[in-house]
């Protein structure tokens, strides 16, 4: 197995002894027990309303053993349980102690995000071999470097930054917190970068051409078959936009539909735009109008609404005669009716109530 091979090359990682304090262990035990005596904790409400379907016990069962288990967590008896027991016979006890790759190594309290929260046993085996994979697939080295922005206490964390540090001697950046800003602009310079190879930064994502998974059942079909196979499909793209896009680009397309996540290509490529609008201090417009103009027109209302704006405006312009005349503009949550329809009913208003 993959997870077992793995084992054997990261020994190191298991031979070291992670020092906690004790009184640090006592407080989080003792907060937990607490907390589970609350009503309205929403773990025991959880645990209580789908423990009987799980386990085959009554509500009143697990709600009485349960409570009486953490009711006896208190600080006091962790204490004198740690008091009663002696340092050498805690030391004979773990030496007879053997962890597998099939052995539990922690158990994870799920916050429920898509569905009831739950405690999830995970494995040694489980987080090494994610850890090996992702290594193999990047070609992750000893003399890699990784950098890392999310909380260590994460699952993804502890795979793909600390377990390769510990157990490979991979280097891993820790960065203390996330700047989107540079993200964004390290993206954008990064496609700009593109332009010796004949590519713009708007046009690396070819929109026009992914987003006919919307609406081409044909080529909807094509990426949602499962009767063909990623290569095949990979081999579709790498031959259809080879001299279309980056290799880099290519690749990630590539990436996307090994994994199966190919239909969301439309949304990434909307995404990275709207990326590329905000670095670019750009903004898009729904303009209404009452009927339809012409290419002087449509380049008179971007250059006044980039005035009002202070940035360039690219506005798209859609035709609805019951305004009467005049335009009706939204930039996101803003909302500017100037329209004759909007003065009329105005006016009304005045009219009736004298104001």
Known sequence: MLCDSFLKSAKSFFDISFIRRTENLIQVLSHLAG?????????????????????????ETLEAGLNGFFKELTRQNLETLIEQTSLAYARKRLANVRLGPRDVLSFQLSGGTTGVPKIIPRFHAEYLGHSAACMSRYEITSSSRTIWALPLLHNAAQVYALIPAVAQGVTAVLMPKVETTPIHDWHTLGMRGTASEGYSCANVFVPETFSGTREDPTLRLFFESPRISASEKNAVIGKAFQDQMPRLMLRFFQTLVQHRRQMLIPEISEEYLNLVDEAEGRIHARVTVARETDDAGRTAIAAQLSRMFGKEVVPHISVDPAIMGGVVVHVGDTVLDGSVRKRLASLRRRMLTGK
Request: proline share 12%.
């Open 35 to 59: 907390e589970w005596l609350l009503p309205d904790y929403p773990f025991r409400k959880a645990a209580l309303e789908e423990g009987p379907r799980a386990t085959g016990f009554s509500r």
